[in-house]
């Protein structure tokens, strides 16, 4: 019942660095998400981007949306040893469907 | 602050006794959401309610049911606990822009 696919599946970075996770999924969209999750918590919302969006920011945090790709990006900039968690995309088909979740990116900041 | 809140945040149960997790909210959101999520995988959906309307995915065991007496509660039975069943469990709300707000989790461990 997976929706989406995520890669990379690890990534580790220095401090300062930035770091690009990407999310393909399957069928079509009302909207995608990007979710953080840190180790044993919830999961946080970051970011939304609608199907008819091609680009959207949110501090150091940079979405792109291709949808005749159906791949997603996520850019996160500088980034810190705090950035270090699980990062998700989930999609929306609308209509009062579900959203589905990708199978995530392990990010790791080395300070 | 508006929020969901799972109960308890770590949960012992005894193989094949029967178990409830709640979620509650003070979002006032009418789509409220359980996921299953195991170590290092995505989350999975396990059903949803839109106000009471119950819907429950097709791979759902039937071990597994809901109820939400109102707006502001739901719950999650789990009839006949096996060791698969130990996972997190998230329950989530989904507001009128799209975006889902997630509680902490309940950590569900079966001995």
Redesign the interface.
């Known amino acids: 019942?997976?929706q989406g696919e995520e890669d990379p599946q690890a990534l580790s970075i220095q401090e300062g660095e930035n770091a690009t996770m990407n999310c393909s999924y399957k069928t079509s969209i009302?909207?995608l998400?990007w979710?953080r999750q840190n180790s044993?918590?919830?999961?946080?919302?970051l970011i939304?981007i609608r199907s008819n969006e091609r680009e959207k920011h949110s501090g150091r945090l940079r979405v792109t949306l291709d949808t005749s790709k159906k791949s997603s990006s996520l850019l996160i900039t500088a980034s810190r040893a705090a950035d270090t968690a699980s990062y998700?995309c989930?999609t929306?088909a609308?209509n009062?469907n579900?959203?589905?979740?990708?199978?995530?990116t392990?990010l790791t900041v080395k300070p | 602050d508006a929020m969901?809140i799972?109960n308890p945040r770590y949960q012992v149960t005894q193989f094949g006794k029967p178990v409830t997790l709640s979620c509650s909210q003070t979002l006032n959101h009418n789509?409220m959401?359980w996921?299953q999520q195991k170590s290092?995988?995505?989350?999975?959906?396990l059903f949803?309610y839109?106000d009471k309307d119950f819907?429950n995915?097709?791979?759902t065991p039937d071990n597994f049911q809901s109820r939400r007496p109102n707006t502001s509660f739901c719950f999650l039975d789990i009839r006949s606990p096996g060791l698969g069943d130990a996972a997190?469990y998230?329950c989530?709300t989904?507001g009128t822009?799209?975006?889902?707000?997630?509680?902490?989790?309940t950590?569900l461990t079966v001995v």
Do not use: I, W
Request: hydrophobic fraction near 35%; charge should be positive.
């Open positions: 019942s997976q009302n909207n998400q979710y044993g918590r919830g999961l946080v919302h939304l998700f989930a929306d609308g009062n579900d959203m589905r979740f990708g199978a995530g392990r | 969901v799972q789509v959401y996921y290092s995988q995505a989350p999975k959906l949803h839109y819907n995915e097709a791979d997190m998230l989530a989904r822009l799209d975006v889902y707000t997630f509680g902490s989790g950590r």
